[in-house]
């Protein structure tokens, strides 16, 4: 898999996952503990997230591409969440890498992808608490009606704005430099 990725995309899509561990720091526990449930601020998380990797990933089409952005973002969490973030990293990185490169990386696999990938990362999520039987399980699948179906609309809306980011910066010698 990493044979074929030269060394500037090798540190490009490091950067892309560092960037997605900044923003998940940021503000996903910043709305963690203003309102105490847990996993509330990926409704918000969502949206930059996805925009970023979209960026990531059409600056370089191939396959293990968002699985090495998530990855590396999953190594970075790993001292605050531990291995369940490197399990969902791959699992989710694998499903979608899989769906961009069957859909030939047209806009209509980022979206499939964006919502399968919502749909896995939520019930993975649930199993996860379910199976601690942490105290924050219940809270959490009181919750799913009200951010399942913006959390999916959030992603589409995040697929259209990363192509858009995309489309305005791809001509620019440096993504084409990362590109190729």
Known sequence: MLKSFSTKQLIFLTLIGTLAFL?????????????GITGIGYIVTTFFF???LVVGSLSVKKFGAFTIMAL????LMFPIQGPRKLI????IGIIVDTILYFS??????????????????IGLFALYLFLLKLPEFDKFISALPLFVLPALIEMAIAVW????????IKNKKI???ISN
Do not use: E, P, R, W
């Open 23 to 35: 923003i998940d720091i940021i503000i996903t526990y910043s709305f963690y503990f203003a309102t």
């Open 50 to 52: 996805v925009v970023i």
């Open 72 to 75: 590396v973002y999953a190594f």
């Open 88 to 91: 969902v990293a791959l699992i």
């Open 104 to 121: 030939n990386y047209k806009k209509l696999g980022y979206y499939l992808a964006g919502f399968v990938s919502t749909l896995v990362t």
């Open 161 to 168: 704005a990363g192509f858009f980011i995309y489309n305005k």
């Open 175 to 177: 993504v084409k430099q």
